[in-house]
């Protein structure tokens, strides 16, 4: 299949078959003239501008399981550890002061933070700093996600991970795809800024699948897509990849690059970032090439040092990170990219 380069010609209603082909294809040039397409329709939506959040993961503790993670309850192996609320609030202060617009907090599933521990942190961090607030807290309430809102919370993250409700039963012995898609619903419905996702590479993930989850971010209207490889983590029961090309989706760092691209071009207007994941997998120049295939987003982890090497979903080598300013961010970034880094909240802009 070939596709013109000229974006008029590109149907955000690209069908399944078309997804799969070029989920499928190892025909270089065809490859890369997707990666042309989807960064053409990221100039054309979203514009020049790359965006950086400050990420916080303030509690490793989690109560699912699943099979895939390494903050499941199950790890024995893993220090755990929780931010207290000063803790949280003044590295949001600290973030904010530096220039960033935006803090992700992040933990696992920890009902430790009960709804009023979430509404008063995310109120002193709204009404001390100048930045916007995205929740990745895995599945709550409709009146805890509500009250969050109702504190200042702009955004949330949860991704639906795979699309097969076999694969997804059989990751998750303690989740349900429905009950996911619906909280998903119910986001939208409060008003978030809504982010789903996926991991790419799954044992058992079929392309048909794959293609189904990138169909669904269209479906469900979401806001922002976080796409990462599947990374082997040998503290968790899940056993290594699948290698059957025919039928299984490649566990490679271009099939990630794939469902960037092929989410920009069928959603057009979402916050895609180039993930923390992908970055492990390729520190050098993994997110640059995902810059290049439609993404625009990236996230710094801020979580203080003495934390941040706990929050081990997957093993990450022995790389340290290095916490950095906006400034030093924004400026490494210009230049390897040559495109400029927004200073502002980086909401998603929704065109007709
Ligand atoms: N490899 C890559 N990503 C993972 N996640 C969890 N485990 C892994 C893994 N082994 C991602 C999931 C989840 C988030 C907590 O981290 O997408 O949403
Ligand atoms: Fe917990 Fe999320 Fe990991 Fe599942 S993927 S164990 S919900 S942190």
Redesign the pocket.
Known sequence: MTMNANTHRIPADLSGEDIIDFLKTTDRSEIENLYRIADRVRQEHVGEELHVRALLNFSNHCVRN?L????RRDNAQLVRYRMSEDEIVKAARQAAGQGYRTIVMQS?EDPYYTEQVLYRTIGRIKSFCDIAVTLSLGERPFKTLKACFQAGAERYLL?H?TSDPVLYKKLHPDLHYKNRIQTLKHLKEIGYQTGS???VGLPEQTYESVAQDILLFRELDVDMI?C??????PK?P?RQRTLDRQHFIQPEEESVYKVIALSRIVTRTTMIPATT?LATLNPVSGAQTAFNAGANVIMVNITPPQYAPCYE??PRGSRAEAVLSFQEVAAALTKATGRPVSKGYGHRRVHP
């Open positions: 699943c895939y993670c390494g903050l696992g991704k991970e996702g996926i991991m976080g990462g490889p599947y990374i082997h983590n968790t899940l994941a979903i997957y």
